[in-house]
């Protein structure tokens, strides 16, 4: 497998200057790639698994991981090539990144903030960033990026059924892991350099004209215990979510999960 997506990149023009490594099966490979950059890994390691028993999302909630779908961690040094307040882009930059790979087999995956991405309402996949700080900064970031490629949605468990989808299901077709897996990483890297070169705003731009159309829109945004009512107005410069109270306010959110609301007739 590693020769295949090495070819695969290879025929897009990248050489991939790091290690990366097909796992039959993992708990997570964001864990792996952890241990690995705690053993020294060099920046763009990769990891891919056939599949997860232990896959999760954002707030440690269980991520659906069965086999032949993508289960992709990459290993990122950002001290090396991007500012502090560049490198909080990099889930951003990787949601676009996920985007773009599923827009060349025909998908027209939105993206919901910070790390959703979903067809007409239904999750395709999703990007987990883990960072690591020492003192002197932030010294590494582990992107996971999870995508369903010929996964069933009828043959998911009841409650995610409606709420789920895949590449098979959206064309009819699976492009296979290896061709993700290529596919995702080329475009990682093109925000990455992106990011490191022009900065926030380019992935910004980027990011907004792929996400789901809630701007001008009620949302829900909850962070722990704490809950938000108000108007979606956009991403700030950090890419924290802006939005405008009912008292007149204004708040930004760095984080939590966010859901529009419906006005019932």
């Known amino acids: 497998m590693e020769a295949e997506v090495r070819s695969l990149l290879r025929a897009r023009g990248r050489e991939w200057p790091a ?22 890994a060099p920046a763009w390691s990769a990891v891919v698994a056939a599949r997860q028993s232990a896959g999760r999302g954002r707030q440690g909630r269980a991520w659906l991981s069965s086999e032949g779908n993508l289960f992709l961690s990459v290993l990122l040094r950002p ?9 909080g882009m990099l889930p951003l930059a990787a949601g676009v990144a996920a985007a773009e790979a599923a827009g060349e087999w025909g998908v027209d995956a939105r993206l919901k903030w910070p790390n959703d991405l ?5 999750k ?4 987990l960033a883990e960072a690591t700080a020492g003192r002197e900064g932030l010294e590494t970031v582990v992107v996971g990026i999870g995508m369903n490629m010929g996964l069933d949605p009828a043959a998911a468990p009841p409650a995610l059924q409606g709420a789920i989808t895949s590449v098979r299901a ?38 907004r004209a792929r996400s789901v159309p809630w701007w001008g829109r009620a949302v829900e945004a909850r962070c ?12 700030d ?6 939005l405008d109270l009912a008292d007149g306010s204004q708040r930004t959110v760095l984080s939590g999960e966010v859901r529009e609301l419906r006005l019932e007739s």
């Open 237 to 242: 410069g950090r890419g924290a979510l802006i």
């Open 118 to 122: 979903l067809v007409a309402g239904r």
């Open 79 to 87: 001290a090396l090539a991007l500012a502090l307040d560049r490198a």
């Open 170 to 207: 959206e064309t009819g077709r699976d492009p296979g892991i290896a061709v993700a897996a290529a596919a995702v990483l080329d475009r990682l890297a093109v925000w990455y350099d992106a990011l490191a070169r022009d900065g926030p705003p380019a992935v910004l731009m980027a990011w």
């Open 19 to 40: 290690p990366i490594q097909w796992l039959e099966a993992v708990g997570s490979t964001n864990d792996v790639m952890k241990e690995r950059a705690r053993a020294g």
């Open 224 to 235: 722990g215990d704490a809950v938000l009512r108000g108007v979606a107005r956009g991403l």
């Open 124 to 127: 395709l996949g999703g990007v």
